[in-house]
């Protein structure tokens, strides 16, 4: 069946085929299932225990639907101030980080206003719940004194401030020193040991476009992540042996890392399904987090950890060595626009034995299309004869059907890791390439690169060898370039530049191809003719 099969019917194959294998996958290896500390059930005793407890929590944390009776004795302001050059962190009357804005210009939103990681609304960095209700009820209208209000942070220099507050029965102390890169250290006491439980706050709203995750993750000393996904959250997970929680979206996150081994961090399913993430915190605890955007070397510096924050989806696997190639040609071209080109190109050498192989054996069935036909005429009423005689075909002439379909299978899993690693790598945010392309991040403003790319895709088409035999089909493989484009026109510049720039390889390691057929052909005409005369 494959020996009538144009290449453009195989790569369809090839697409369905690469689905098949990828749900497969997920059937065979399905994501680990969240390791549940020893004393989960003595612990919901003291947690909220239905979902419209936890978003109730939700909304507490955020100050607007607290009961009368618990109102906070003076307004959520902002009691300490921390600026920098690429941000502010504001604290708030409860001890909370409560704000934190990146003034990068790149992280501007549509409103043309600074992004701010932490959101309005929801539960926030550093929040303190306890389990009995009437410490939580007095620590929620009692707000914190600070050490200081205002400081500006340095390269080399870090801010420390004191958070102090007096219930009638305990004091919460949180010592807070920040980095200028974004990280800080907590050192959070009790007075008493009492439980509490300290949140790392909801996830961020900066950006997240189309096929993105946004949510939770905790990464395990299993070296396991487990992410949930917002509206996704079902009911409570306890784990432990945390390596880092984090809430996260495109280019952002909250991180908070460092916990004890026997740290228990708990997801609950909070408004809308989504994640809420806090742990269950000792009398004396000392904690380190981060927030701020996700890049890979940042974060690397501060703790290697915290690379693991950074998630591609299934392509993991592949995601994460594409851009550390990807990132190591940046330093050598120092433009990110570049490094793509040169990536495809490494991508491109590495396969091309494949590719080659597939090229040639595309048009050895080209050739053999005669042929086939002459045979399906001949012992079209003997299906095993037909089978054996179309095998022996092969094997003469060293034609393989499936010859163009590997190379094709590879593509896409490499694609779809590609696709992952532009879309999540918030150093291409911002970055510019050439001339119009000012932010590989983002769609092609005046779609130049889509409609190139569906030009080489089209003309790519017309020198890559076919035989329809359905003119409906071959009408259709036609309009493919046309709806390629279309589809490509949103996605990000960086990855349609990738695409286009492997057409170009492809057509001309295609026009190879078809040249030493050709010079193939041309000589053996000659030989022909020179022996007639």
């Known amino acids: 069946m494959l020996d009538k099969m144009s290449p453009n019917q195989r790569l369809l194959v090839a697409v369905l085929?690469?689905?098949?294998?990828?749900?497969?996958?997920?059937?065979?290896?399905?994501?680990?299932?969240?390791?549940v500390a020893k004393d989960a059930q003595q612990m919901s005793k003291d947690m909220p225990t239905t979902q419209q407890d936890v978003a109730q929590k939700v909304e507490e944390v955020a100050g607007h639907t607290i009961a009368p009776s618990e109102k906070i004795s003076s307004d959520?302001?902002?009691?300490?101030?921390?600026?920098?050059?690429?941000?502010?962190?504001?604290?708030?009357?409860?001890?909370?980080?409560?704000?934190?804005?990146?003034?990068?210009?790149?992280?501007?939103?549509?409103?043309?206003?600074?992004?701010?990681?932490?959101?309005?609304?929801?539960?926030?960095?550093?929040?303190?719940?306890?389990?009995?209700?009437a410490l939580n009820k007095a620590a929620i209208?009692?707000?914190?004194?600070?050490?200081?209000?205002?400081?500006?942070?340095?390269?080399?220099?870090?801010?420390?401030?004191?958070?102090?507050?007096?219930?009638?029965?305990?004091?919460?102390?949180?010592?807070?020193?920040?980095?200028?890169?974004?990280?800080?250290?907590?050192?959070?006491?009790?007075?008493?040991?009492?439980?509490?439980?300290?949140?790392l706050g909801d996830r961020p709203h900066v950006s997240k476009k189309l096929m993105a995750v946004a949510g939770a993750l905790i990464y395990t000393g299993d070296d396991v992540m487990h992410i949930i996904e917002d509206g996704d959250a079902e009911g409570r997970q306890v784990f432990s042996d945390v390596k880092l929680a984090s809430?996260?979206?495109?280019?952002?996150?909250?991180?908070l890392y460092g916990f004890k081994k026997e740290a228990n961090v708990i997801v609950e399913r909070g408004r809308d399904d989504n994640p809420v993430v806090y742990f269950?915190?000792?009398q004396n605890e000392n904690i380190h987090g981060y927030i701020g955007p996700k890049e890979y070397k940042r974060l690397k510096s501060i703790d290697p950890v915290l690379t693991n924050a950074i998630e591609y989806g299934w392509f993991t696997f592949a995601a994460k060595p594409l851009f550390a190639l990807l990132s190591w040609l940046h330093d050598i071209f120092g433009n990110w626009g570049w490094a793509i080109i040169a990536l495809t190109a490494i991508i491109r050498i590495v396969l091309y034995p494949l590719t080659y192989k597939g090229m040639v054996s595309m048009q050895k069935m080209k050739e053999l299309a005669p042929k086939l036909k002459e045979l399906k005429e001949k012992y079209g009423k003997d299906p095993q004869k037909l089978n054996a005689m179309t095998m022996e075909m092969y094997k003469k002439h060293g034609a393989n059907p499936l010859g163009g379909c590997l190379p094709m299978l590879l593509q896409i899993p490499i694609f779809f890791a590609l696709y992952r690693t532009l879309l999540n790598a918030v150093e291409l945010q911002g970055a510019p390439w050439i001339l119009w392309i000012d932010d590989l991040s983002r769609m092609d403003p005046y779609y130049v690169l889509p409609i190139l790319m569906g030009a080489s895709m089209y003309l790519q088409q017309r020198m890559t060898p076919n035989n329809f035999t359905d003119p409906m089909q071959e009408k259709v493989f036609k309009y493919l370039p046309i709806v390629f484009t279309f589809f490509f026109v949103t996605f990000p510049s960086g990855l349609v530049l990738y695409w286009f720039v492997n057409n170009l390889f492809s057509i001309a390691q295609q026009f190879i191809v078809n040249q030493q057929f050709k010079n193939a052909k041309d000589a053996k005409a000659a030989l022909e003719k020179k022996s007639e005369k």
Not at 142 to 152: M, N, Q, V
Not at 247 to 255: G, H, K, L, R, S
């Open 17 to 35: 085929l690469s689905i098949i294998f990828f749900v497969g996958y997920t059937a065979i290896f399905p994501p680990a299932e969240p390791v």
């Open 76 to 133: 959520l302001t902002n009691i300490v101030t921390i600026k920098n050059e690429k941000f502010i962190l504001k604290i708030d009357t409860l001890g909370r980080i409560a704000s934190k804005e990146l003034l990068e210009e790149k992280f501007r939103n549509d409103e043309d206003l600074h992004a701010q990681v932490i959101p309005q609304d929801g539960t926030k960095p550093l929040f303190i719940r306890f389990a009995d209700d």
């Open 141 to 199: 209208t009692t707000p914190y004194t600070a050490s200081l209000r205002e400081a500006t942070l340095e390269e080399g220099k870090p801010v420390t401030v004191t958070l102090t507050q007096n219930l009638p029965s305990l004091t919460v102390t949180k010592v807070l020193t920040f980095y200028a890169d974004g990280h800080y250290d907590a050192k959070i006491t009790t007075s008493q040991d009492v439980r509490h439980f300290v949140y």
């Open 247 to 255: 809430t996260f979206d495109q280019y952002t996150a909250i991180i």
């Open 280 to 282: 269950d915190a000792m």
